[in-house]
């Protein structure tokens, strides 16, 4: 565990929320159970398996001295995250604000994004962020888009929080459907886009394989994001409905229309989904994989998050 306390003995959160330790690469040796993020003012300190009371004080004392010589109040979060089980976190130390808002990335001519967490509330906290490049993919493309046409339209799959909506609107996007079967994530989304000021998302609390002919009807789309689950049962299981998913990508996007697919499966490689659109949806370009961000590194970088980016040929 030497590599999470030399990381707490030399970090300096920045202004925006991000990774500052991924033991989940298997790069540290001893600590491959272990995350530690950074959501301005706190920090998470996520665990995939049980931290005994002795280790939890020698963190608290080593983040507690580090920020002491930092000269900054300490607030951090324990999740608890063991195999089989409901997460269970708690507030180790410090307040949260409630609402509790970052922000991620540069800002632009519209000003900065800013996105809603919500850290005590469940496993996931309102914001992926090994997501963070395929984020910034979207406003670039977004706003290279509008340089060249009058509108750009985008479909988000899988939406979650929405916050690649935020990011697509914020650069720019005419209009994004975001479409995700819990009605409580997409309300945090309608929150997240609000607070930014954002106009032009609608937002459809539906089963995704159920509304083919609506989303059809509503598009076509330059943009289609697919972000699911890798295994949620009763929801998507990324193995055997995926190549439902690809199949339909052809008949959304328009003509030149670009399809970014997310795979954040261990299990599954890059390889699977390039077969799986190749298989079902041949019209579909393969351009290339995005980075991730270079703290999310991975020993084996197919057991990391897969982001592909494919163009609907014309």
Request: glycine content about 8%.
């Given at each position: 565990?030497?590599a999470?306390?030399d990381?707490?003995?030399?970090?300096t959160?920045?202004?925006?929320?991000?990774?500052?330790?991924?033991?989940?690469?298997g790069?540290?040796?001893?600590c491959?159970?272990?995350?530690?993020?950074?959501?301005p003012?706190?920090l998470?300190?996520?665990?995939?398996t049980?931290?005994d009371?002795?280790?939890?004080?020698?963190i608290d004392?080593?983040?507690q001295?580090r920020?002491?010589?930092?000269g900054?109040?300490l607030?951090?979060v324990?999740?608890?995250?063991?195999?089989?089980?409901?997460?269970?976190?708690?507030?180790?130390?410090?307040d949260l604000?409630?609402?509790?808002?970052v922000t991620?990335g540069?800002?632009?001519?519209?000003g900065?994004?800013?996105y809603?967490?919500?850290?005590?509330h469940?496993?996931?906290?309102?914001l992926?962020l090994?997501?963070?490049?395929?984020?910034?993919w979207?406003?670039?493309?977004?706003?290279?888009?509008?340089?060249?046409?009058?509108?750009?339209?985008v479909?988000?799959?899988?939406?979650?929080?929405?916050?690649?909506?935020?990011?697509a609107?914020?650069?720019g996007?005419s209009?994004?459907?975001?479409?995700?079967?819990?009605?409580?994530?997409?309300?945090?989304?309608?929150?997240?886009?609000?607070?930014?000021?954002?106009?032009?998302?609608k937002f459809?609390?539906?089963?995704?394989f159920?509304?083919?002919?609506k989303?059809?009807?509503?598009?076509?789309?330059?943009?289609v994001?697919?972000d699911?689950?890798?295994?949620?049962?009763?929801?998507?299981v990324?193995?055997?409905?995926?190549?439902?998913?690809?199949?339909?990508l052809?008949?959304?996007?328009a003509?030149g229309?670009?399809?970014l697919?997310?795979?954040?499966?261990?299990?599954?490689s890059?390889?699977?989904?390039?077969?799986?659109?190749?298989e079902?949806?041949?019209s579909l370009?393969f351009?290339r994989?995005?980075?991730?961000?270079?703290?999310f590194?991975?020993?084996?970088?197919?057991?990391s998050l897969k982001?592909?980016?494919?163009?609907q040929?014309a």
């Amino acid at each position: 565990m030497q590599a999470l306390f030399d990381c707490i003995a030399q970090l300096t959160p920045g202004p925006d929320a991000a990774r500052l330790f991924h033991g989940r690469g298997g790069r540290y040796p001893g600590c491959e159970q272990l995350s530690l993020d950074s959501y301005p003012p706190a920090l998470v300190l996520t665990s995939f398996t049980p931290l005994d009371a002795a280790v939890l004080e020698r963190i608290d004392h080593a983040l507690q001295t580090r920020y002491a010589a930092l000269g900054l109040p300490l607030t951090w979060v324990y999740q608890e995250r063991s195999a089989g089980q409901s997460a269970c976190t708690q507030l180790m130390r410090g307040d949260l604000p409630e609402p509790h808002w970052v922000t991620e990335g540069e800002s632009t001519a519209e000003g900065t994004a800013h996105y809603r967490v919500r850290l005590l509330h469940g496993q996931n906290h309102g914001l992926f962020l090994d997501m963070a490049a395929g984020r910034q993919w979207v406003g670039e493309h977004i706003a290279q888009l509008r340089q060249q046409q009058a509108s750009a339209r985008v479909l988000n799959l899988f939406a979650y929080s929405c916050a690649f909506s935020v990011a697509a609107l914020h650069a720019g996007a005419s209009e994004v459907i975001n479409i995700d079967m819990a009605s409580a994530a997409l309300a945090l989304g309608r929150e997240n886009h609000q607070h930014n000021g954002l106009a032009g998302a609608k937002f459809f609390a539906h089963d995704i394989f159920n509304s083919w002919g609506k989303l059809k009807r509503l598009g076509p789309y330059d943009l289609v994001i697919a972000d699911p689950p890798s295994y949620q049962k009763g929801s998507f299981v990324a193995r055997k409905d995926y190549a439902r998913l690809v199949r339909r990508l052809p008949e959304l996007l328009a003509p030149g229309g670009h399809a970014l697919l997310c795979l954040n499966a261990p299990e599954l490689s890059s390889l699977f989904l390039r077969d799986v659109v190749a298989e079902h949806a041949p019209s579909l370009r393969f351009i290339r994989r995005l980075p991730n961000p270079p703290v999310f590194a991975d020993r084996d970088e197919e057991r990391s998050l897969k982001v592909l980016l494919y163009c609907q040929q014309a």
